[in-house]
């Protein structure tokens, strides 16, 4: 990474950030600590029904990660704060490519996951995965990010497979004033943010831009670079009658992107832009976002560039009818066109037009008993009609403790890419690719039981139990006639997942709190997969994703300014069966590993600035987390290593 360029702006931002304050008043930072406020008030959240609501009174399983966490976890990605979450997988492949999913489901592309911001969903219609680098907003905008592990396409439609992760952002009365933060770390590690937001009389805004740039974990090569910026503004008209309009664009050079094994890394280049406008008056509300992705991609194998322009209209309403305190309902409809041009993936223009229309009641019966019940009704162009319903019952035998059954049915969609596939790479051997447009959805029935309770505004239990059923699972299907390969998707795959997660937390003091969670899951498929030769799939208990997790963490705020946090995440091994060109079967393993990670600050001027120190993997217990490839262009995934970084925030 050449930093000459970028010295000016460092100095400038430096200045800025160590500058006294502009203004005398006194920081009207909150005296309560944030984690004492954490057990002392039940969290709401707005994801688990479309309404806000008590975490206690969720049908789903769900975790919410707060400001204050996000902060003191010194994390520099979103899938790095996901780590301490139960139930969640990342996996990192390079330093700017990671992956999440939820309880068994995860891998390259991960499919299987919805993920907004705001209520936007951000993946890509082309593969249906999530390029989580490529966010145009800055970690210091989420005001909170909400975990929901239990499917909810009944809500959200395609993609809330396993589960919904919505990244809420903070509101410019949150967020009133100009903040800077810089930070510079190892392996030539660089990010900056510049917010600013503001309130005149009925009109709110808030402007965002920052931009990030690293070298990869195993050599001095430079991985590439984000830059992102964002903007909102919203207008009262009345009482609970307002609109918004927000956009944003990410501009992005990786040098390291993984797909699958048969392509080798990919670099690209492109922009992901987006434009939101919403509505709302009462219990109704209006969304129209436009989501556009365009990229320049070079597969490792392939002496030809592909360029590739995706662009997302979606549309939706909904109305609350929440008149009576003991009885609520939510209606919706939505309509999504999906737009892709030509390219060396794609024969020829592709456009789909994808309808839905959901509802959901809630009823509570006495005091102690809630009963929720809804279904989604969706379209695909290609896959026809699908149903998805959900019914979740809540029993609470007193204050603060909260029982939960539910049963849930989500799908996903084939992604254009699944459908449209049409190319051949040239090499030794040509591989030829073809979609199916006969897929039918991916398809999961969820049966979950869970517990929730706060005893002594001090100590938090939690647990969820799960069992799940896989059906027409996708796979790509590759058989070989020399010269060629020949490789299409077909749903060939049913299986079962059972699992659980148990969390706990304790605020010692008012100063020292605690965490520890554990994950377990195993997957098991009840289908031979006909495309392999070394493996009898059937039967067989999948160790694609780790088996068993553990997360520890311990916080402090030890007066004077002085703050500082402790994580430990201890992750199983795995193994997984990789082909190589020539269709030859390899089992690659991944050792367990254990990474420790830390984070010391200082805040000052009155509460205004904060400096910082963390460091990731302190004990640079150097591991792959994913396989690197056997006989392959390229390799899949890199070693993690350690990684310093320091930090100075500033507000005015």
Do not use: C
């Amino acid at each position: 990474m050449k930093t000459g360029a970028m010295l000016p702006i460092l100095l400038v931002l430096f200045w800025v950030v160590i500058s006294p304050p502009v203004r005398a008043e006194e920081s009207t930072e909150d005296e309560t600590a944030p984690e004492e406020l954490l057990f002392l008030e039940v969290p709401v959240v707005v994801s688990a029904s479309r309404k806000e609501q008590p975490i206690t009174e969720a049908p789903v399983a769900i975790s919410v990660i707060s400001a204050d966490d996000i902060r003191q976890s010194g994390a520099l990605t979103i899938p790095d704060l996901l780590r301490s979450v139960s139930g969640v997988d990342v996996i990192t492949f390079f330093v700017r490519d990671q992956q999440v999913g939820f309880r068994g489901m995860s891998g390259p592309l991960n499919n299987k996951l919805l993920v907004m911001i705001d209520g936007r969903s951000v993946y890509s219609d082309f593969f249906a995965d999530v390029n989580w680098s490529l966010f145009s907003i800055a970690m210091e905008e989420i005001e909170r990010i909400e975990v929901i592990k239990s499917p909810i396409s009944t809500l959200y439609g395609a993609n809330a497979y396993s589960g919904v992760i919505n990244i809420i952002t903070k509101t410019p009365r949150q967020l009133k004033g100009t903040e800077v933060n810089l930070a510079a770390g190892t392996r030539e590690t660089y990010l900056g943010s510049l917010i600013h937001a503001g309130e005149w009389k009925k009109f709110k805004y808030k402007v965002s831009v920052a931009g990030d740039t690293t070298d990869h974990w195993g050599s001095d090569e430079w991985a590439g670079y984000v830059a992102r910026g964002n903007f909102y503004t919203s207008y009262d008209i009345g009482q609970e009658h307002s609109v918004s309009l927000s956009g944003g664009r990410a501009h992005f050079e990786d040098d390291k992107f993984f797909t699958v094994e048969s392509f080798g890394p990919i670099t690209q280049k492109g922009n992901y832009d987006y434009l939101q406008a919403d509505y709302r008056l009462g219990g109704f509300k209006a969304r129209f976002f436009r989501n556009a992705q365009f990229q320049d991609q070079q597969i490792e194998r392939s002496p030809q560039p592909n360029i590739w322009d995706v662009v997302t209209y979606d549309t939706g309403v909904q109305y609350d009818f929440s008149a009576w305190k003991w009885h609520s309902f939510i209606v919706g409809a939505g309509q999504r066109r999906i737009s892709v041009k030509k390219n060396n993936y794609i024969a020829f223009d592709v456009s789909q037009d994808l309808w839905s229309l959901f509802g959901e009641d809630e009823v509570r019966i006495g005091e102690n008993v809630r009963v929720t019940a809804g279904v989604r009704f969706d379209r695909h162009p290609l896959a026809g009609w699908h149903v998805a319903p959900r019914g979740a019952i809540l029993y609470s035998p007193a204050e603060n403790h909260t029982f939960r059954l539910s049963v849930s049915r989500a799908f996903r969609n084939p992604s254009i890419l699944e459908s449209y596939l049409n190319s051949d790479t040239p090499g030794a051997p040509t591989v030829v690719a073809r979609g199916n447009a006969d897929l039918k959805p991916e398809a999961i029935t969820s049966y979950e039981a869970g517990y929730r309770a706060v005893l002594d505004q001090r100590l938090t239990l939690g647990g969820n139990l799960f069992y799940n059923e896989y059906s027409a699972l996708i796979i790509g299907a590759t058989t070989v006639a020399p010269p060629n390969i020949f490789t299409t998707f077909v749903n060939a795959i049913n299986a079962r997942g059972v699992g659980g997660e148990i969390e706990i937390g304790y605020l010692a003091t008012d100063w020292l709190s605690l965490f520890a969670n554990y994950s377990y899951q195993r997957t098991t498929d009840l289908d031979d997969n006909p495309y392999t030769v070394t493996v009898n799939e059937e039967g067989r208990t999948r160790h694609e994703v780790p088996e068993h997790k553990v997360n520890l963490g311990v916080r402090g705020k030890f007066g004077n300014g002085w703050s500082g946090n402790l994580l430990l995440h201890w992750v199983d091994g795995t193994e997984r069966l990789i082909k190589d060109l020539a269709s030859n079967e390899y089992v690659a393993r991944v050792r367990p590993y254990t990474t420790v990670d830390g984070r010391v600050g200082y805040a000052f001027l009155k509460g205004d600035a904060e400096a910082s120190l963390a460091v990731f993997n302190m004990f640079n217990d150097r591991h792959y987390e994913y396989p690197p490839g056997i006989n392959l262009p390229g390799s899949s995934s890199e070693k993690v290593g350690r990684k310093v970084v320091l930090k100075l925030s500033r507000r005015f």
